[in-house]
């Protein structure tokens, strides 16, 4: 079954398009890393796929339903959760606060203005355990290392429950000593949700080879290559455009 | 709290008291009717409110500051105008009620009851208000949406909901303390100047978005002008000014501000 499905998407902000005529499919379960060189269009296309920048042509659908104009917060509603590029949670409020909000943010209907706030429970529990982040859950997020602070977006992600999960650049700005934790968190959550469908935009090919089932390499906004990442990454196509002629001798 | 600067905030509040000139007309109310007035008041502004949200404000979030600040300004004279057609440009007067109208002593000092009810409903509402933002579910959304609008609507927060029941609450409370206001004062349909700028002093020196803020500020604000009426009657009227200059010098996002909102203002 198909998760997430792109029909001919472009996208143009008035000048020439930032992507164009983009389909892709990808299954229930399934891990997509997108890849491309700075200014490929893979944070627009992941924008459209989030809901938070709309298509300009072309189909998105989820689970065989169109959401090509759904917006970002109908797709939360819907199972799928991102993280961002740059940490987004919110600063004032505690570690564990922010993935209470997470959990709750589309039942809030407002009936009743009064109404408690409510405390954790066990999807928080369970999504803090994920990312190593249940000792501190008291604290205040703005306190977090940078690599806590992935960490804590990937908790409050975990915390709706996705069917979903759109990951832009998982690793930007960390460490090279926190790196290899972070796979291994991402690859735990594979392994345990194996219902959920993955999308992923990294410019570490570390990242890109340990999680996804499939490559797709974009390049002025269009999809060069698209298949398994063994494939991909022997192309030439992708040593010229992405990797550069001396990726291979490198690993 | 949403990082929007509301002029039309002062032209609501003097429609409330307006609305509590027809409702109370020229007799002495009754305590009932007073708060008949009072909830009418609220919730004619309150719906005020909910619509220029919805028509004028809500295209507006994503603009400038500035963008909204004008916006809210013409909003103010088109309710302002609209006031003066409604109910006429001769100001009027409106009586508490008669069981209010006496004084009472405190520590020896005769102080009017009714200022004595306004301070306790002033109190009321500022711990309502701070309950409702720490304590409930709405107010931990509100709060988280007022940090990051991105991201609520990602983890799929209503902002959009959530942004016109502030509003309209914000409106409903104007219109509330408009009526209230209303016996202290002639009633006219630009009640509101003289207020507006004095709140956003308050806002101002308490620093935008903080409620806590605004709550120091406003009694600071308040002691200092009685302290220079009192003492140095050449800058009453012209207090509020200077400390609004000094605290902008010295600490610009305010003395509680949120310092996003303060450097995007």
Redesign the interface.
């Known amino acids: 079954m198909i998760a997430l499905d792109l029909v001919g998407v472009d996208k143009n902000y008035g000048g020439p398009p930032v992507v164009q005529d983009v389909s892709l499919s990808i299954e229930v379960g399934e891990t997509v890393a997108i890849i491309g060189p700075n200014g490929a269009g893979k944070t627009t296309l992941f924008g459209v796929m989030a809901g938070e920048t709309r298509a300009t042509k072309g189909r998105v659908s989820l689970f065989g339903k169109d959401v090509t104009r759904a917006g970002a917060r109908h797709l939360a509603e819907q199972g799928v959760a991102r993280t961002f590029q740059v940490a987004r949670y919110f600063l004032e409020k505690t570690v564990e606060e922010n993935v209470v909000i997470a959990r709750l943010a589309h039942q809030s209907r407002y009936r009743n203005l009064v109404s408690k706030s409510p405390r954790s429970d066990d999807t928080v529990d369970l999504a803090l355990d994920a990312v190593g982040l249940s000792s501190a859950r008291r604290r205040p997020s703005a306190t977090l290392s940078h690599g806590d602070r992935k960490s804590l977006e990937i908790a409050m992600a975990l915390a709706q429950d996705p069917s979903v999960l759109l990951l832009d650049e998982p690793t930007a700005g960390m460490g090279a000593e926190d790196i290899p934790g972070t796979i291994e968190l991402l690859k735990g959550l594979r392994a345990s949700r194996p219902e959920m469908t993955c999308v992923i935009t990294a410019h570490d090919m570390n990242v890109v080879f340990a999680l996804a089932d499939k490559v797709v390499l974009l390049a002025n906004g269009r999809i060069a290559l698209q298949g398994l990442p063994d494939e991909v990454r022997d192309a030439p196509l992708t040593r010229e455009i992405y990797l550069g002629n001396s990726y291979r001798e490198d690993r | 709290m949403l990082g929007v600067l509301n002029f039309a905030h002062g032209s609501l509040f003097a429609v409330g008291a307006l609305v509590a000139t027809s409702v109370i007309g020229t007799v002495f109310p009754s305590i009932p009717v007073f708060i008949g007035a009072a909830l009418v008041g609220a919730v004619v502004v309150g719906v005020l409110g909910l619509v220029v949200e919805r028509t004028v404000v809500r295209r507006l979030y994503r603009g400038d500051h500035i963008t909204m600040l004008l916006a809210t300004f013409a909003i103010l004279l088109i309710v302002e105008g609209a006031s003066e057609l409604l109910w006429g440009d001769s100001p009027a007067t409106v009586n508490q009620p008669k069981v209010l109208s006496g004084n009472v002593h405190v520590l020896g000092a005769a102080l009017p009851a009714y200022s004595i009810l306004l301070v306790v409903i002033g109190a009321v509402f500022a711990v309502g208000l701070f309950l409702?933002l720490n304590?409930?579910?709405?107010?931990?959304?509100i709060?988280?949406i007022a940090?990051?609008q991105?991201?609520?609507?990602?983890?799929?927060?209503?902002?959009k909901?959530?942004m016109f029941?502030v509003f309209g609450?914000g409106s409903a409370l104007a219109g509330l303390a408009g009526v209230l206001i209303a016996p202290t004062v002639s009633v006219s349909a630009n009640l509101g100047d003289s207020y507006i700028l004095e709140s956003f002093a308050v806002v101002i020196i308490g620093g935008l978005g903080s409620i806590t803020g605004s709550l120091i500020s406003s009694i600071l604000v308040g002691v200092t002008e009685a302290l220079a009426v009192a003492y140095f009657p050449f800058l009453s009227g012209f207090t509020f000014y200077i400390l609004v200059a000094v605290v902008l010098l010295v600490r610009p996002r305010g003395l509680l501000g949120n310092a996003r909102i303060g450097a995007a203002a």
Do not use: W
């Open positions: 409702l304590r409930s579910r709405f107010g931990r959304d709060k988280a940090q990051d991105v991201m609520g609507e990602a983890v799929g927060l209503n902002t909901r959530v029941l609450l």
